[in-house]
């Protein structure tokens, strides 16, 4: 079945980029989804990309997919302590039609040290 | 608008017990999801209902029940509580057709003793 991966922890600096992984299974996912979890509340959207794009970028914000590997990555640039939260990537299983159903990955925690 | 709203926000529970988590949305979506989330483990659709007077099995639906009362509300029950069940439950509505958004609820913090 579809399978979503990504590393558990991720520590940067405030000011450094971070730079946040993900592996996916399904190739014929239309749509790939970031979502960010701040502390003690669900998750929001934060970001999309199209299956067709290599790129999408949105002010501090770069998605980069490579579907050839099935990897899709989520880079943010001068990352702040607020950007402080859980990442996960997402993905729309083969067949969920108009459900709008989501394969979560595990979730990235990012932490921002000052 | 409110969004989604779940209760209780806490709630302890002993081995053996049953209580129903309630979710309402206001956005007029049609799909509504229940999630629990634990540590390492993401996010693990328990339940979805894809229409009102539709309900589904996710990935991890043993030791759960759901209804979806209305539009609006879609409840998740347990029947008999046991430690594994020990997690944060979300509740989510969707909107889009091309692309989907998923509005989560605050969660639920379920302890069961």
């Given at each position: 079945g579809e399978d979503v991966e990504q590393s558990l922890f991720l520590s940067v600096r405030e000011g450094d980029s971070s730079v946040i992984n993900c592996t996916y299974t399904d190739?014929?996912?239309t749509y790939l989804y970031w979502y960010k979890q701040e502390p003690g509340a669900g998750l929001q959207l934060l970001t999309y990309i199209f299956s067709n794009m290599d790129m999408k970028q949105d002010q501090r914000l770069t998605v980069l997919l490579n579907k050839k590997d099935k990897h899709l990555s989520l880079r943010i640039a001068?990352?702040?302590?607020?950007?402080?939260a859980i990442y996960f990537c997402a993905e729309t299983p083969h067949g969920?039609?108009?459900?709008?159903k989501l394969i979560f990955g595990q979730g990235t925690t990012l932490q921002v040290k000052p | 608008n409110a969004g989604v709203t779940q209760t209780p926000k806490f709630q302890v529970l002993k081995t053996g017990q049953s209580m129903t988590l309630q979710c309402a949305q206001d956005?007029?979506?049609n799909s509504m999801y229940w999630y629990r989330q634990d540590p390492g483990m993401g996010l693990r659709l328990i339940y979805y209902s894809a229409s009102e007077g539709t309900t589904d099995k996710g990935e991890v639906p043993n030791g759960y029940n759901v209804s979806r009362?209305?539009?609006r509300e879609f409840s998740l029950r347990l029947e008999s509580a046991a430690p594994s069940q020990t997690s944060v439950y979300f509740c989510a509505s969707v909107r889009g057709s091309v692309i989907w958004e998923q509005f989560f609820g605050p969660g639920t913090r379920l302890t069961v003793l």
């Amino acid at each position: 079945g579809e399978d979503v991966e990504q590393s558990l922890f991720l520590s940067v600096r405030e000011g450094d980029s971070s730079v946040i992984n993900c592996t996916y299974t399904d190739s014929s996912s239309t749509y790939l989804y970031w979502y960010k979890q701040e502390p003690g509340a669900g998750l929001q959207l934060l970001t999309y990309i199209f299956s067709n794009m290599d790129m999408k970028q949105d002010q501090r914000l770069t998605v980069l997919l490579n579907k050839k590997d099935k990897h899709l990555s989520l880079r943010i640039a001068d990352t702040q302590t607020g950007d402080s939260a859980i990442y996960f990537c997402a993905e729309t299983p083969h067949g969920s039609g108009n459900t709008g159903k989501l394969i979560f990955g595990q979730g990235t925690t990012l932490q921002v040290k000052p | 608008n409110a969004g989604v709203t779940q209760t209780p926000k806490f709630q302890v529970l002993k081995t053996g017990q049953s209580m129903t988590l309630q979710c309402a949305q206001d956005m007029n979506h049609n799909s509504m999801y229940w999630y629990r989330q634990d540590p390492g483990m993401g996010l693990r659709l328990i339940y979805y209902s894809a229409s009102e007077g539709t309900t589904d099995k996710g990935e991890v639906p043993n030791g759960y029940n759901v209804s979806r009362l209305n539009k609006r509300e879609f409840s998740l029950r347990l029947e008999s509580a046991a430690p594994s069940q020990t997690s944060v439950y979300f509740c989510a509505s969707v909107r889009g057709s091309v692309i989907w958004e998923q509005f989560f609820g605050p969660g639920t913090r379920l302890t069961v003793l």
